[in-house]
């Protein structure tokens, strides 16, 4: 979940001028605007005051699942640059405009994808909104097949539309991966499909490797590019269980992330043949993206290439692990009602969804780890129906030293917590 959620945009203001004529109903409707706008502003307060304990709690505790890197320290992170001597010449010049330590990261990467080329950017969003408006000029077809809860529909405010030109199209909204069959037969044209692998509005979910196989011949069938919302496709040789250049051999091009999966600053990629490469790096300029010197980032996605990038496998691994015991623990512990979605984790990440209050539900978590330095649920819980919690868990380096007894254990503990709270009976139904 997105931690800046509770920094929404709010439209507020009640019209004092000319509206109170002293008739009852405008009184008790600006009473009632006023009321609503200090219930909401006292519910962003609340949620501001959550995340600071939570990422205080996270800070301070001696056993968490993960600990990503943007969580810490600016001298904890500038650590990381000063140990990328063992990986790159620090004595070579300072990159400017892209060249030096950013052309060998861009390099890096398309040796690492199988591609003729990539092309760093700033941010993903950037990276993608280029790539597809590069390819709807060349198939002729400004419309971008892709599934309702894939990231520009839910998280970009409309970009591809509004600032690329594009017109979305949706195969479905359901918290699955897009079948061949809604490929194969949506109703109009579109030039370029975009699959978001792994799909993580659903629960990281990936389609099996047969049916991305599938999806992938349907689309050409279709006379359509395929292009990879990668942003997480470090975490998929696992699950898929083929290289990382044959999984992006499937695509036109495939867009990855730094800073996701492999703790980086920031940053992304976008890797495909060479002449989409070189028209991507036009149209980055023109997006604001050709910035002067970005030396700190790529030393720290060659940093997370180099470390991070060969344990996913056992991240992926031991969060099975975990899940399964979160499973035993929730059961163990009384709990009515609980998912782990998916049952079996695709990637080292997933949801836990549990039937209770999701405010109630994490202030238990928060006060777990203030009370014992032990802290389970590390991220925001949201509510995606009445009566539901739901979670994102994430199981890194930090994570490979809890056994299931000590999962068990801390869910125990977790659930102690929530035992004066009511289970809510809206809660029936998987996710």
Known sequence: MSEDAGASERQGGTDLDGTDQGGTDTEEASETEETSETEEASEAERSLRMRERRV???????????????????????????????????????????????????????????????????????????????????????????????????????????????????????PRQPTAAEVRDFEEPFGTLMLELPLRDAGYLLPTWEELTEVVAAARERDAVVHFDGARL????????????????????????????????????????????????????????????????????????????????????????????????????????????PEVPHTHEFQLWLPYDAEAVGEAAVRQGEETGILLFARPWDSPGPGLARTEISVSAAGLEWTPEDVRAAVAGFVARLAARPVARAARTAP
Request: aromatic share 8%.
């Open 234 to 341: 470090w975490e998929t040789t696992t699950h898929f269980g083929r290289p990382l250049a044959e999984i992006a051999g499937l695509a036109d091009s495939v867009y990855v992330s730094f800073y996701k999966s492999l703790g980086g600053f920031g940053g992304a990629a976008l890797a495909g043949p060479r002449t989409l490469v070189e028209e991507a790096r036009v149209w980055r300029h023109r997006y604001g993206g050709m910035v002067f010197q970005q030396f700190p980032t790529a030393l720290s996605a060659l940093a997370g290439l180099e470390r991070e990038l060969p344990r996913l496998p056992e991240y992926v691994s031991h969060a099975r692990v975990v899940a399964a015991a979160l499973r035993e623990g929730l059961a163990g512990a009384g709990v009515p009602w609980a998912r782990v979605h």
């Open 56 to 174: 205080a709690a996270h800070r301070d505790a001696r056993r968490v699942l993960g600990r990503p890197g943007f969580l810490a320290t600016l001298g904890e992170r500038l650590a990381v640059l000063e140990s990328a001597r063992e990986l790159y010449d620090l004595a070579e010049p300072a990159d400017m405009y892209g060249n030096g330590v950013v052309a060998a990261l861009e390099e890096r990467v398309a040796g690492l994808l199988g591609t003729e080329a990539a092309a760093f950017f700033p941010t993903g969003t950037m990276a993608q909104q280029v790539a597809l408006r590069c390819w709807a000029g060349r198939t002729g077809n400004q419309v971008v097949a892709l599934h309702g809860l894939g990231h520009p529909e839910v998280h970009e405010r409309g970009a591809l539309s509004q600032v690329g030109g594009l017109r979305p199209v949706r195969l479905t909204d359901a």
